[in-house]
C-alpha cells in the first residue's frame, strides 16, 4: 500500500490547513498509520500516527494543534493543522508504519508565512 499525500500550501500564520492521503488500496489492514516531515536540510520528523483502534500519538512541538484521523471506508488519513507556525513549513508525508508496506511516497509542501 503506497500513501500519496495533498492538500499543503500557503498558509499565514496562525492559520489552518487539512491534508489529505490517499492510499494505493485497503488501509483497512494496516495498524498504524503515521504523518511525517520535512523541513529543508534536516530529517525525516515523525508528527502524528493512528492505530487502528483510532489511538493517537503526537510529537511534542504539534500537540494541541494538529489532529490525525483516518477513514478506513475511504482508504484516507488526514491530518488537521491549526494554529501554524513558521516552523511547521515542511514537506509533510503518510506513510505505513505497522507494517510498513511502501517506501515514502508523494509528499506535499506547507509554508507559513510569519
Known amino acids: 500500500v503506497q500513501l500519496q499525500a495533498s492538500g499543503g500550501g500557503l498558509v499565514q500564520a496562525g492559520g489552518s490547513l487539512r491534508l489529505s492521503c490517499s492510499a494505493s488500496g485497503s488501509i483497512e489492514s494496516i495498524n498504524i498509520l503515521g504523518w511525517f516531515r520535512q523541513a529543508p536540510g534536516k530529517q525525516h520528523e515523525l508528527v502524528a500516527i493512528i492505530s487502528n483502534l483510532g489511538s493517537k500519538e503526537y510529537s511534542a512541538p504539534v500537540k494541541g494543534r494538529f489532529t490525525i484521523s483516518r477513514d478506513n471506508a475511504r482508504n484516507t488519513v488526514y491530518l488537521q493543522m491549526n494554529s501554524l507556525k513558521p516552523e511547521d513549513t515542511a514537506v509533510y508525508y503518510c506513510?505505513?508504519?505497522?507494517?510498513?508496506?511502501?517506501?515514502w511516497g508523494r509528499g506535499t509542501l506547507v509554508t507559513v508565512s510569519s
Open positions: 506513510k505505513t508504519v505497522l507494517p510498513v508496506t511502501s517506501g
